[in-house]
Structures are given as C-alpha cells and as structure tokens.
C-alpha cells in the first residue's frame, strides 16, 4: 500500500473528541501520525483536504441490497459502489430477499459476496419469522452464529403481539435486537399517499399515520415490559417521536432511526402525480418533517439509517396502487444531513455522530475513529461542494429518486477501508478493490 499524507483537513471525531484541523499520515494501511502542518515527504501521495472535513466512515444500519433473487434492481456489488461514493463502510442489508434470509447459509452467502467485492463491510440481518410471513420465529441463535447482525421482517411489520413479545425475549437472550417496520396494516389498506391536504387535493388513497403510531406505541410498552431492546425503523412522525420520547424516560431499551427522505421531502412531492414519491412510510407533512429533525438533535432519534430501496424503472412506471414503495438513499444522506447542519437543527459533530459513531456502536462494532495505530476507515468530504443529482452520478442500478435534476451540498472526495482509498471522486470516478 502506498503512503497517504491527508493535509489540511478539518477532523471530526467525537469518538476521540477531535475537532480540529490536522494532517494524517497513512501507512500500509494504518494511521501512524496525526499533526499540524505535516510537510510532504518523499515517495508519498499528497491529498489536498482543504475545505473539507475528514471523519471516520459511515455506517448504515437499514439498507436493501436486494440479493439473492432481485439483483436487477441492486446487487452486493452495485450497493458496495453506492455506499462508499456515499461515505459508507459498513452496510446492514436488510432480509426481504427472495428468498428471505432466514437461513444461516443465505447469511454466509451476503457476507461471503461482499467480502469477495472488497468495498465495503456488508453485513446482512436475519429474518425473525420464517419466510418474513409473521407467523414462526426462525433458528435465530443460529442465524447470529453465522453472522446476522440484528433481526427484522423490514417490509413486512409483525402485526402479531405475541410474535413480537417472544422475538423480543429471544433476541435479548441473545444479545441482540428486533427492529420492526410498524405499520398496522388494518389501518394502512389500500393508502399510497399521507393522510393529509395533499392526498385529499390529488384523490390518492389516504394512508392515515397512526398506522405508525399505533404500532411504535406497542413496541415501546413491550419494551418498558420485558426490557428487551426494540428498534423503531424509519420513524416518520412527530406523534411516533412523542411515543418514543416517553417511552425512553420510562425506562424502555428503545432506540430510533429516521431515514434522509424523511428528514427532507415533503408529501408535496405526490404534486407532479408521480410514482417516485411513492415510499414507507409515506412522506409526512412539514410538522412531522420539523419533529423528526428536533428529535435527531436532542437524541430522541439515535441515528440516520438510509432504507436504500432501489427498483427498477419500469416498475416505478406503474400505477399507484401497483408500483412497490421506496427509493434510494446511499449518496444522499450526506448532503441531506448537512443541510440540517446549514439550518442549525444539529452541529457537525452531531452529524458525524448519526452517520458513523452511534449506528455502529448500535450493533456492537468498534465505531470507526482517527486514532493513531488504527487502520484506516476514513471519508474526506467538502461539506459546502454542490453537485446535481444525475443519473450518472448515482452508482446504484436503479434511480428512483424524486431528487434527479435537484442540487445538493455536500460531496464525498475520499472513501477509505480498510486502510486503502475504495472511492476517489474525481472528472472520472475511480473504485479500488481488493
């Protein structure tokens, strides 16, 4: 491996408390120095870090990877590449797979591939109930055995409560945690689009949030009742942060994620009648966009998770009823992050926080940091770059997002992992794998 001189970039750290600007050395790999003003020395590759900062790498907890059995929309490989153009090193995959990853050789499968691309740290959950169908709990001590990180049926809630209240038990038994997509689905039946102003002036079938709420209240008292951790997935308003809240000054072992799209668009995006608005849980209205962006900054809501969702054009060229939900979020939760750090909802430390320290140390990894001795997972980013958002730019094979042709702040220069550079933005983008 070549020797790295990273000069005068601004480091955020909070695992180290660093915030300050300081060059780094890298050699084979790992960082042997970190100083003011390095001079450049012989036989080393100098990276200009001017006006950006540099911080550990991201980690995203809820991203859908869509392999094995949809690999026209994404495969481990694409992902990988969208990931660390996004500043992610280590990516959870979510088990609504086909078929589902209920099986220990499917998750030895995912990590096996995404240790064969060599981008990124690909980590897959497993199912909580056989076939993700809510009916009996998989072999789950032998899903974490041979790799799953957490479990969750994402997609597709578990609406049964005894389910839930054994798979909760079973996971804690386990040292680790159900996070849960909440939906009543009783109550969300045939609703595409926010229950609100919006859905009403279009005719689009309401979706009524306390199909949320009601499910995020129940989770939050099994939780107060075993003490058994839950994971509230993609949170998305401000009666469910109110939940929340509550919950956790009850004492319960729950935490929260919200999702860039729901940190930033409004259900105004169903305006133009198109189907790419179209995710779940649905776009809110701007009071619950206001509650979200609050909660991430007193902590109510622990981290910023992605809910990577890509499919294929055609079938976001559907009708309404019939286009599956979501959109891909992997290159834009920087940007969205930092325009919250433009509008003083979250300083940047914070931001480093919910993109990097707290998502890792959620299931149990030594959060990436800038320390002497440690190989190097690094990101370099110009927080203030604009960029439009182009098909070109996005590495996924898919492209559904509402954000083509807009303009974002915030752009990753350099992904490091593993102690070498896997992205380099440039005129050309360049990936480096092992």
């Not at 709420?213 to 998305?236: F, G, K, N, Y």
């Not at 209205?285 to 809501?301: N, T």
């Not at 960029?387 to 992904?415: H, M, Q």
Request: with cysteine; proline share 7%; glycine share 6%.
């Amino acid at each position: 491996m070549e020797t790295i001189l990273i000069k005068g970039g601004h480091i955020i750290d909070p695992q180290n408390n660093l915030n300050s600007e300081l060059d780094i050395v890298i050699e084979k790999g790992k960082i042997t120095k970190i100083e003011k003003n390095i001079p450049p020395f012989p036989n080393c590759k100098v990276i200009d870090a001017s006006d950006c900062i540099v911080s550990p790498s991201f980690t995203d907890l809820h991203a859908h990877l869509r392999d094995p059995g949809q690999t026209y929309k994404e495969d481990i490989k694409t992902g990988s590449l969208s990931a660390v153009a996004g500043g992610f090193t280590t990516v959870v995959c979510m088990p609504n797979t086909i078929p589902a990853i209920d099986e220990p050789s499917l998750v030895r499968y995912v990590i096996e591939k995404g240790e064969e691309i060599g981008l990124c740290r690909v980590l897959p959950t497993g199912a909580v109930t056989k076939g993700r169908k809510g009916q009996q709990l998989t072999e789950m001590a032998l899903l974490k055995d041979a790799g799953a990180v957490y479990f969750t049926d994402d997609g597709a809630p578990i609406i049964d409560s005894n389910i839930m209240r054994k798979a909760m038990e079973y996971a804690a038994s386990l040292g680790t945690f159900i996070a849960n997509h909440c939906e009543d689905t009783a109550l969300s039946k045939d609703g595409i689009a926010h229950e609100g102003e919006i859905a009403a002036a279009l005719g689009l079938p309401p979706l009524p949030p306390e199909a949320e709420e009601s499910m995020v209240a129940r989770d939050c008292i099994l939780s107060i009742r075993t003490q058994a951790p839950v994971h509230i997935c993609h949170i998305s308003t401000k009666l469910a942060v109110e939940i929340v809240a509550w919950a956790k000054a009850m004492g319960a072992n729950v935490t929260a994620e919200v999702t860039p799209h729901h940190l930033y668009l409004c259900d105004d995006e169903w305006l133009d009648f198109h189907c790419k608005a179209k995710v779940s849980p649905p776009l809110r209205e701007f009071e619950d966009i206001e509650a979200v962006r609050w909660a991430l900054s007193s902590k109510i809501i622990d981290f910023v998770a992605t809910d990577h969702a890509p499919h294929a054009h055609h079938e976001k060229m559907l009708d309404h009823w019939s286009c599956p939900p979501g959109m891909i979020g992997l290159q834009f939760a920087l940007p969205i992050v930092l325009e919250l750090v433009r509008k003083d909802y979250i300083n940047i430390v914070r931001a480093v926080e919910v993109l990097s320290t707290e998502p890792s140390k959620k299931i149990g990894l030594k959060p990436p940091s800038i320390q002497k001795g440690n190989t190097a997972e690094l990101v370099i980013f110009n927080p203030n770059e604009p960029w439009e958002v182009t098909e070109d730019k996005i590495f996924s094979k898919s492209k559904n997002t509402p954000l083509l042709g807009r303009k974002l702040r915030g752009k990753v220069k350099y992904t490091f992992y593993k102690g070498k550079i896997v992205y380099q933005d440039s005129s050309k983008q360049e990936f480096c794998y092992d």
